[in-house]
């Protein structure tokens, strides 16, 4: 049986790609929040088809994920009206 590491375990569970837009710390950050939200709302929404929590559950879950990404964009002072350019 092959053995793996925690560093190999946590690339599997949590996998980061890379950033392509404009590079701005602020940008950089908010999508590492945004690839941290999509891996645990695929979680849940594993956890919710599989029955072991509610739909409602699952939907609470995730309402609180997204406020906490709307409340990283507003601290890390990233404007919607404005899209970066990429390069």
């Known amino acids: 049986m092959a053995q793996f590491n925690q560093e190999d375990k946590d690339r599997f569970l949590y996998p980061r790609y890379p950033y392509h837009g404009r590079f701005t710390p602020e940008y950089l950050v908010f999508n590492a929040n945004l690839q941290e939200f999509t891996s645990k709302v695929g979680y ?14 699952a939907y609470r879950q995730i309402k609180t994920l997204w406020l906490q990404v709307e ?17």
């Not at 990283?72 to 350019?85: F, M």
């Open 71 to 87: 409340r990283s964009k507003e601290e890390l002072g990233i404007d919607s009206e404005s899209p970066p350019e990429t390069t």
């Open 44 to 57: 849940i929404t594993d956890l919710e088809t599989a029955g072991k929590i509610s739909p409602e559950q």
